[in-house]
């Protein structure tokens, strides 16, 4: 399916285009924990010829994914604690911006997402058409690939609240494939983020409130599996309640009722 691009609400002001992505420099950062029977898999599927740099950070995993990583030949970053999955993703992002990215993918490594797709995912922020580009699994069945119904109908239930929250018509907002311009991670104040789960939609809550920044989406397929990560029923029931507070947070910001450092962006010096 084509790539659809959603604007996020600005008044009077169109999007400009990146110098940083356009130079082409396209990092991929992985966020890992306990990959080692999926990194590998992963790590193939990913269009080496399009991908200058791969940087993949362990979150003080039990298994062999540093191991596995380094065979690979990939940038290792190894987190001498456990920061969680937001914690992980700040030090990709710190990572890949000192590494020159212009563009920069953030993969799970356990193969729940088809990396092949990154072309496409990676091409708008390249041609200056976007910030933030979305690999989403609804714009296929998810289901057929074995998404759990529990799992498809929280996912359904959120997007649906974010959307009218945000103003956007994304289709998914959950998902473990993005990319994101340089100048987007250089003005959205990530660092302010949770360490948990939750991070994710934080930061698509900063870049809409930014107000300058699109965001777009294309169809990667679902692919759940044995090996596969998955965050399990109790952890998904608080990963639910901390995406109503970051959109009960956006609305008070917006309404200027109670406004958000995290919702406040910074510009990258000029």
């Not at 191991?67 to 604690?81: C, K, T």
């Not at 609804?138 to 959307?163: C, H, Q, V």
Request: aromatic share 8%; with cysteine; hydrophobic share 45%.
């Amino acid at each position: 399916m084509a790539c659809t691009l959603g604007r996020v609400p600005a008044p009077d002001t169109e999007p400009a285009a990146s110098s940083d992505a356009r130079n082409g420099r396209v990092v991929v950062v992985m966020p890992a924990y306990n990959a080692a029977q999926t990194l590998e898999r992963t790590y193939a599927d990913i269009p080496h010829e399009l991908v200058h740099r791969i940087i993949l950070v362990d979150d003080l995993s039990a298994d062999a994914t540093v191991e596995v990583a380094r065979q690979l030949g990939l940038e290792v970053i190894v987190h001498r604690q456990n920061l969680g999955y937001g914690g992980n993703q700040k030090t990709c992002y710190d990572a890949a911006l000192s590494a020159g990215a212009g563009v920069v993918v953030m993969l799970h490594p356990d193969y729940q997402y088809d990396a092949t797709r990154i072309p496409a995912l990676v091409a708008p922020i390249l041609a200056g058409d976007a910030d933030l580009m979305l690999g989403s699994r609804f714009l296929g069945d998810p289901l057929a690939g074995g998404m759990p119904r529990w799992k498809y109908l929280s996912n359904r239930f959120l997007t649906i609240l974010e959307n009218a929250a945000f103003g956007l018509r994304l289709s998914e907002y959950h998902t473990g494939l993005r990319a994101y311009s340089r100048r987007l991670l250089e003005t959205i104040p990530y660092h302010l983020n949770s360490n948990d789960f939750v991070f994710d939609q934080e930061l698509v809550a900063q870049v809409v409130a930014a107000g300058d920044m699109q965001i777009g989406e294309i169809a990667v397929p679902t692919r759940y599996f044995e090996e596969a990560s998955s965050v399990n029923f109790r952890r998904s029931v608080v990963y639910g309640l901390s995406t109503l507070r970051v959109v009960a947070r956006y609305l008070l910001h917006q309404a200027r009722i109670r406004r958000s450092k995290k919702l406040t962006a910074r510009r990258p010096a000029p």
